[in-house]
Nanobody, 129 residues
Framework: EVRLVESGGGLVQVGGSLRLSCEVS????????IGWFRQAPGKEREGVIC????????YIGDSVHGRFTISRDNAKNTVYLQMSSLTPEDTAVYYC??????????????????????WGQGTQVTVSS
């Protein structure tokens, strides 16, 4: 069973930075994809950033391009989301997601929530102005 546990959410001021962590169990980093979605109040879930374990290609949402990055620590089975230059529009619940099906060329894909079978419980990020 895949288990994803997020941490690191909280309140941050506009322009600030925050790093989210996702501890992963029951899932290996040798195939599939792992990353982050988010859901703001009254909005649908949207893909933020994800990385393919098959070819290291990366999907980055247009709204976070240049501000958010993703990294993996295979030894710790942990994925990180580094967020910078935060704005109130980044306020949302952030979910760690994973799926074991092989996927390539993520930069050419438009991700949807049904692409990922495993979801964490989410962590709240609030950006105050």
């Amino acid at each position: 069973e895949v288990r994803l546990v997020e941490s690191g959410g909280g309140l941050v001021q506009v322009g600030g930075s925050l790093r989210l962590s996702c501890e992963v169990s029951g899932f290996t980093f040798d195939s599939g994809a792992i990353g982050w979605f988010r859901q703001a109040p009254g909005k649908e879930r949207e893909g933020v950033i994800c990385i393919s374990n098959n070819d290291d290609s990366t999907y980055i949402g247009d709204s976070v391009h240049g501000r958010f990055t993703i990294s993996r620590d295979n030894a710790k089975n942990t994925v990180y989301l580094q967020m910078s230059s935060l704005t109130p529009e980044d306020t949302a619940v952030y979910y760690c997601v994973a799926d074991g099906r092989p996927i390539y060329q993520l930069e050419d894909v438009e991700l949807v929530p049904t692409d990922f079978h495993s979801w964490g419980q989410g962590t709240q990020v609030t950006v105050s102005s």
